[in-house]
């Protein structure tokens, strides 16, 4: 059976213990699949660190960017951090409309994580600019993408009423 010494314990192994590779000119990864998991699992854990929110910010910027009909309404990527930081400061790193402290974490499907900070703008049709921008959990963001602030405020609202999660005031 043919084998292949691991890049990274260095152990030789059998090919299968390698996943596949169209990059890799041999077809195979050169870290073996035990190695491949734990540098996943050790890159999930940075994540989960405030270490690489400013990498999360950055990449949502480029995102942003990306898209055709922002390229002209967006501010600079040094703009867009500098907010950034200022808000979470700001709000104790939470998303301000819903209180949810910001994680990077994926969750268990591994799909990136709703409690992850993500750019709103509080109009629309004004783009990415500084005044216009308010830092929100991806929840509250996806919510805002048919409904205004003021209706998914009031749903939220209404929601917790009526699941008991607060009692109406009454006025
Ligand atoms: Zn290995």
Known sequence: MSTQICRSCEIKKPITEFDRSSAAADGRQGNCKVCSRNKRNASNARMRSNGDMGRHVRQR????????????????????????????????????????????????????NPRAPSCDQII??????????????????????????????????????????????GE
């Not at 308010?134 to 998914?152: C, G, I, T």
Request: with cysteine; proline share 3%.
């Open 61 to 112: 910027y480029n995102t942003a960017k990306s898209r055709p009909k922002h390229k002209d309404t967006i501010c600079s990527e040094e703009e867009w951090v500098a907010e950034f930081w200022r808000q979470y400061n700001e709000t104790g790193g939470r998303c301000p409309k819903t209180g949810i402290k910001y994680d990077l974490a994926n969750n268990s499907s591994g799909a990136s």
């Open 124 to 169: 629309p049709s004004m783009g990415y600019v500084v005044g216009n921008m308010q830092w929100v959990s991806v929840f509250y963001n996806r919510m805002k993408m048919d409904l205004s602030d003021a209706e998914v405020s009031n749903f939220m609202y209404q929601s917790a009423i009526h699941n008991g999660w607060v009692s109406h005031t």
